[in-house]
Nanobody, 114 residues
Framework: QVQLVESGGGLVQPGGSLRLSCAAS??????YGWYRQAPGKQRELVAA????????NYADSVKGRFTISRDNAKNTVYLQMNNLKPEDTGVYYC?????????WGQGTQVTVSS
């Protein structure tokens, strides 16, 4: 049974930083990702990383500010978010994939506000 445990969200001022973590268990995963959903908007991909090669991709809006990384030994993926902006506010969801099957975390709220 796949389980995802997210942590690290919270309230931060513009320009601040947060680090999200997602510990996965129950299988070996091909890919990890972080998505976010702002109020009234669709869920969007923020960043993703492949388990074995470590290849990454980012949404244009976060390039240069966010960094995704993974620790395969711990089955954990991280999202380091720097220089946060109010438009980064939303619920952030961890996503892991086994081939074409996706699993989602429960979501963690990130609020960027002064």
């Amino acid at each position: 049974q796949v389980q995802l445990v997210e942590s690290g969200g919270g309230l931060v001022q513009p320009g601040g930083s947060l680090r999200l973590s997602c510990a996965a268990s129950g299988s070996i995963f091909n890919k990890y990702g972080w998505y976010r959903q702002a109020p009234g908007k669709q869920r969007e991909l923020v960043a993703a990383v492949t388990s074995f090669a470590g290849s990454t991709n980012y949404a244009d809006s976060v390039k240069g500010r966010f960094t995704i990384s993974r620790d395969n030994a711990k089955n954990t993926v991280y999202l380091q978010m720097n220089n946060l902006k109010p438009e980064d506010t939303g619920v952030y969801y961890c996503n892991v994939r086994i081939n074409t099957i996706s699993y989602w975390g429960q979501g963690t709220q990130v609020t960027v506000s002064s």
